[in-house]
């Protein structure tokens, strides 16, 4: 019989693996074990090869097997907790990640391994001090540093994650994907003219970055630095098909394509991907739980809303009035602040008008969901969707037995958790309803709430703001990631038709200032012809709106609160009744408002409207007089009128849970 030398068996596997041959590998460390069955390096050497191969079944068995000969070899514990967490067993995992930081304190791979499982379970600060350990163990690796960087965004710290980040480009320049991840943390920093060029840089390294295309597709829009923007989006939207066609999770964010032309049935799909990419993420934690619903032992409802937006936010600025005025007798109302963005006076606001304010700042994903569970909600309320620090993943753990999506963010959220979308049937006619996962209940008018602002006495004139005393002044206070090329262009067509006339837009960032002042001298505009306002107080911005003449809307992404403001102020909106939902908020508002006739079909109606109204002083001043009439009539300004719609909705939620009824679309006016 021929006689192994194991030692020799196990040099070769070594120098296989070092050559990229982990199948080679596996063959001699087999023979290895052969004649050293006892041996744990060779077990823990012949893990690493099968988890290379994919094999990670034979890997967990070879690991486990080595550490019944060796149970106090703490590599071999990372390995297998490798392995483990890799299966998505965190909690195993866990385990054998502590065990091997009891055996050797100074393993950097054991405290890197435990921060991950951390990390995964939303655990970001303690995170974060195991990754700084692994840090002091093993300087500048740059998985540690990017792990680090993201539980440091996690935890709001965007200018802590800024600097990791700006190191790992300085020790790894030629790295696509570092580059990538620096201009997300610029970009959510809203510094967009260095994220583009951050995004440029990784995309010049690195065609094969996954998700690079929609995040530069982004900060193009926020930049309106429209040359290669359409050739951005199509691409994203053509790799969005595909990865969907195949299966995969989808790269861009559902949010990103309101302010594309992407139809209903690709949105639809887009928000189902990253709903299930979210689920994922959630799926042992929600089967840990296991929540189970005990039956109502209180006559009034028990309603909580969840949103990381109770500060001074444009959801809260709509919000607030509607949270005043509703009924006490018949509900509860529980508020969750999620998110870490900083409190402020709006939040002691909604602090003093629910019934329990419940601050999740500095609570994990488990302690978040085990708190509202506890709280025995009939319904949970989102108002966040796709929006910024989404509270998705804490309704896929499922704490409330009934749960549904209203205002924040409009459209679909293609999530099993969720079981109703509130809105509205101009917000979403029957053809869009069809691409809604959600039941759909209709509110009888809009969906949008509004509250009644406070609006600064002293009148500026329009000296004061650099407009001229007799031009025709159109405004857009929108950001300028909703701006289209096409919508603007139109816009730049009414500066031509109507000599002296201005647009007036917000004040941006200087790329994007500087992009929308070049588009118009291309055209031969005068630059001074398009006037940005600087950053005032709410009170003061919506008293300086009165000195406008037209409100336009954006054309894919609609104005929202930003439409609010402008008809409190006594300005006319023009907007267009888009294909999808984010291209119908304006039509909502307006409808409600009694000025239905504002949201118009197409562009070239858009524009006819503009120009009869520019030249037509009586009808615009016969609709700001109706304006200021329909304050005090129309639906769109009676909070009170939309608190008992929702209210009615809210009931019969519950009452068809509670009598084990199918999940069906319904109107509140119905049920009232």
């Not at 009035?321 to 509900?331: Q, T």
């Not at 909703?482 to 790329?511: H, Y």
């Amino acid at each position: 019989m021929e006689q192994i030398d194991p030692q020799a068996q196990f040099e070769g596997g070594n120098n296989a693996l070092a050559q990229g041959r982990p199948g080679d590998a596996v063959a001699c460390y087999r023979k290895a074990l052969e004649a050293a069955p006892n041996v744990v390096e060779i077990h823990h050497n012949l893990t690493a090869a099968l988890a290379q191969l994919g094999r990670s079944g034979e890997a967990v068995e070879v690991a486990k097997l080595g550490l019944t000969h060796r149970p106090d070899y703490a590599p071999l514990h990372v390995a297998l907790a490798n392995l483990l967490d890799h299966e998505g067993d965190r909690e195993a995992a866990r385990r054998h990640y502590t065990e091997a930081l009891r055996l050797d304190g100074n393993s950097a791979a054991a405290w890197s391994g435990l921060a991950g499982v951390l990390m995964a379970d939303g655990s970001y600060e303690n995170a974060s001090h195991n990754y700084r350990k692994a840090l002091s163990l093993n300087k500048n690796n740059p998985v540690s540093m990017n792990n680090l960087a993201i539980c440091q965004l996690n935890l709001g710290r965007q200018h802590d994650a800024l600097a990791l980040y700006r190191d790992l480009v300085v020790l790894n320049p030629d790295l696509g994907g570092v580059h990538n991840n620096l201009g997300q943390v610029l970009q959510g920093l809203g510094r967009h003219d260095e994220a583009v060029d951050a995004f440029r840089q990784a995309l010049a390294l690195d065609q094969t970055i996954d998700n690079l295309a929609p995040f530069l597709m982004q900060s193009l829009m926020y930049q309106c630095a429209w040359d290669d923007l359409g050739e951005i989006k199509d691409r994203v939207l053509a790799e969005t098909r595909r990865r969907l066609a195949d299966n995969q999770p989808i790269t861009v964010q559902p949010f990103s394509l309101a302010g594309t032309d992407a139809p209903a049935d690709l949105r639809l799909a887009a928000a189902r991907s990253y709903s299930a990419y979210c689920g994922a993420n959630v799926t042992a934690l929600r089967d840990r739980l296991a929540f189970t619903y005990a039956p109502a032992t209180s006559a009034r409802l028990r309603i909580g809303y969840i949103s990381p937006d109770f500060r001074s936010h444009s959801v809260a600025t709509a919000f607030k009035d509607l949270i005043a005025g509703h009924d006490r007798d018949g509900f509860e109302w529980f508020a969750y602040a999620i998110g870490r963005e900083q409190r402020d006076g709006t939040t002691d606001y909604f602090q003093a008008q629910f019934d329990h304010f419940n601050d999740f700042k500095d609570l994990d994903l488990e302690q978040s969901a085990r708190h509202i569970h506890g709280d025995r909600l009939d319904l949970l309320v989102d108002l966040s969707g796709f929006t910024r620090h989404s509270a998705l993943e804490i309704l896929e753990t499922r704490p409330a037995p009934v749960q549904a999506h209203y205002l924040g963010y409009g459209a679909t959220l293609g999530a099993d958790c969720v079981q109703y979308l509130v809105t509205d049937a101009v917000h979403t006619p029957p053809e869009l309803a069809a691409y809604c996962s959600e039941a759909v209940v209709y509110l009888p008018d809009s969906f949008m709430a509004t509250s009644r602002p406070e609006i600064a006495a002293a009148l500026p004139d329009r000296a004061s703001q650099g407009l001229p005393e007799d031009g025709f002044v159109f405004a857009n206070f929108n950001a300028h990631y909703k701006f289209d090329p096409e919508t603007f262009a139109l816009w730049l067509d009414l500066l031509e038709e109507l000599p002296g006339s201005v647009l007036w837009l917000l004040r941006g960032g200087d790329g994007a200032m500087a992009n929308l002042r070049a588009t118009a001298a291309a055209r031969g505009i005068a630059i001074e012809r398009l006037i940005f306002a600087p950053r005032a107080s709410h009170p003061e911005h919506l008293a300086r709106q009165s000195l406008a003449d037209l409100s336009l809307d954006c054309r894919h992404h609609a104005g929202g609160v930003s439409t609010l403001d402008a008809l409190w102020s006594g300005l006319p909106v023009l907007s267009i009744a888009g294909d999808n939902q984010s291209a119908r908020t304006g039509a909502s508002i307006l409808g409600a408002a009694g000025l239905g006739e504002l949201a118009v079909a197409s562009l070239a109606d858009y524009r006819a409207m503009a120009l009869h109204l520019a030249h037509d002083p009586s009808a615009l001043a016969d609709l700001k007089a109706r304006l200021r009439t329909n304050m005090a009539t129309a639906p769109l300004f009676d909070t009170a009128r939309l608190a008992r719609h929702l209210e009615a909705a809210y009931r019969e939620m519950v009452r068809r849970y509670r009598a084990g009824e199918a999940i069906g679309s319904f109107s509140a006016a119905q049920v009232l």
